[in-house]
């Protein structure tokens, strides 16, 4: 499994030898990871999000101030949104209920099958309900440079923030920060290194965004392409994980490259929207991508292809791509050129500065094909 896969838990326990026990029987397995353990349940409400735990496993038998129930109790009442675990003894049998906040339970003894299963279910069931379903995640991504994926990433996010949604646009293009380029921001502006290395907050993280005039934040690259080095994978996650608590729609402008942190990055992806032209070369390099996602295991509606320019195909025919593909691309843009390079000459989104204009159209369709069907999952879930 992935490391952006590992299900973050969070330990409410003060018994040292039940904690020093959950630590041995995670030790030697990579799907989940301890984040820490509280032995004080008071303190559980403030930790959370600061830890940004997937899972969270209270001692039912927890106490202090603030008993093991009473923590179940103001996580639910708090609206903390996470599954909780209750972890008891057979003489004080527990019942699963979702509806007051316990998710699932796991009565000592219990050994490491019984522990990674019962984590690993409370997170697939909580996902499944739509619960944790609060924000999209599209990865804007490109096999090939100069099929406009950075205008496109950029244009999506302002037709999402003009669908309603709080969004924020991620650099990902960590090496050569293209949407510094795109947007002209000035080299002093803050970036994703200005962000703590331990524990991000809400609060740092207002800090450093980019507040975009087109009514959308951004989180950019670093100003120097030396600096990228000092960008890890883990680091990126990290920030990710704070993103989709905080925004509805997170979109991320990917590298051109196929290494640890994008693949990462796909990882947590919903949707790889994959940008394509009517070039050989894209095409080719399209259908050897193909192959690697499926490798992974990617199911093929996690990836979108999204045909740029489809008004100038360039001697290559719609049958000749939707062949090479395998299927037809689910989404078109048109050039209109002038219109699109104007904008980017002005740093603007050409679905503001121009949105009667037939490229605008297409992008708003695009936005609302992808998030709108989702939004409404979500809220059908909630009911």
Request: no cysteine; aromatic share 4%; proline share 6%.
């Amino acid at each position: 499994m992935a490391s952006s896969d590992q299900i973050r838990l969070l330990l409410i326990e003060d018994v040292p030898q039940v904690a020093q026990y959950v630590r041995g029987l995670l030790m030697a397995q990579s799907q989940i990871k301890l984040l820490d353990v509280l032995t004080d349940g008071g303190r559980a409400a403030t930790q959370i999000p600061e830890l940004r735990p997937d899972v969270v496993i209270v001692d039912a038998l927890l106490q202090g101030r603030v008993k093991g129930m009473q923590v179940v109790k103001q996580l639910h009442e708090g609206g903390a949104g996470l599954p909780v675990i209750v972890l008891t003894v057979p003489q004080q049998p527990v019942d699963p209920d979702p509806e007051n906040g316990i998710h699932g339970v796991l009565s000592m003894p219990f050994s490491g099958y019984d522990l990674i299963s019962r984590v690993s279910q409370a997170r697939k069931d909580h996902d499944a309900s739509g619960a944790g379903a609060a924000s999209t995640m599209i990865a804007v991504f490109a096999p090939k440079g100069g099929v406009g994926k950075t205008t496109i990433a950029f244009n999506l996010a302002v037709a999402a923030a003009k669908l309603g949604s709080r969004t924020v646009l991620v650099d990902g293009s960590i090496q050569f920060a293209d949407l510094r380029s795109l947007l002209r921001v000035p080299a002093d502006a803050a970036s994703i290194l200005d962000l703590p290395t331990d524990r991000v907050s809400e609060s740092d993280l207002a800090e450093v965004v980019w507040r975009d005039p087109s009514g959308i934040d951004i989180l950019l690259a670093p100003p120097r392409l030396e600096m990228a080095e000092m960008v890890t994978p883990r680091d990126v996650e990290k920030v990710l994980s704070l993103l989709r608590r905080l925004y509805e729609v997170v979109i991320v402008d990917m590298s051109v490259a196929l290494d640890e942190l994008n693949l990462a990055l796909f990882d947590r992806a919903d949707t790889i929207l994959e940008i394509v032209t009517y070039d050989s070369t894209t095409i080719h390099n399209t259908i050897a991508l193909a192959d690697t996602f499926r490798t992974i295991g990617y199911p093929p509606t996690k990836v979108r292809y999204l045909l740029n320019r489809a008004d100038s195909n360039a001697g290559i025919g719609p049958d000749e791509l939707t062949r090479a593909l395998g299927r037809v691309p689910e989404y078109q843009v048109r050039s209109e050129g002038q219109i699109v390079v104007t904008a980017n000459n002005q740093g603007v989104p050409f679905v503001l500065s121009n949105p009667e204009a037939g490229v605008s159209q297409d992008l708003e369709r695009v936005a609302a094909a992808l998030l709108l069907p989702q939004r409404t999952a979500v809220g059908a879930g909630a009911r």
